[in-house]
C-alpha cells in the first residue's frame, strides 16, 4: 500500500489581516484545526505543519494533536 502523508502550510505572516487568520474562530473550532483533523480522520502520514512567524503559538494550539511534525522556517 502507498503512503501518503500531509503538509499543512501554516506560516504566514497575516500582514492584512493584522493578526493570525489561522487562530481566529470558525464555528468554535480554530481554523488551524480543520486540515489537521482532515489529515488525521484520513490516516494521512506523516502529517507535517510548517509554521513561521507565530511558531510558538501554532505549537501551544496545535499541541493536542499526537503525531505532527511541526517545522519552524523563521
Known amino acids: 500500500m502507498c503512503k501518503i502523508g500531509a ?3 501554516a506560516a504566514g ?10 487562530f481566529l ?5 480554530p481554523i488551524i ?3 489537521i483533523e482532515m489529515a488525521v480522520q484520513h490516516k494521512l502520514e ?6 513561521g512567524k ?3 503559538q ?3 494550539r496545535i499541541k493536542t494533536f499526537l503525531s505532527l ?4 522556517i523563521q
Open 46 to 51: 506523516p502529517i507535517v505543519v510548517v509554521g
Open 7 to 9: 503538509i499543512i502550510l
Open 58 to 60: 501554532l505549537i501551544r
Open 54 to 56: 507565530y511558531y510558538d
Open 25 to 29: 474562530p470558525f464555528q468554535d473550532t
Open 13 to 22: 505572516q497575516s500582514k492584512r489581516m493584522g493578526e493570525p487568520k489561522l
Open 33 to 35: 484545526h480543520y486540515p
Open 69 to 72: 511534525f511541526i517545522i519552524d
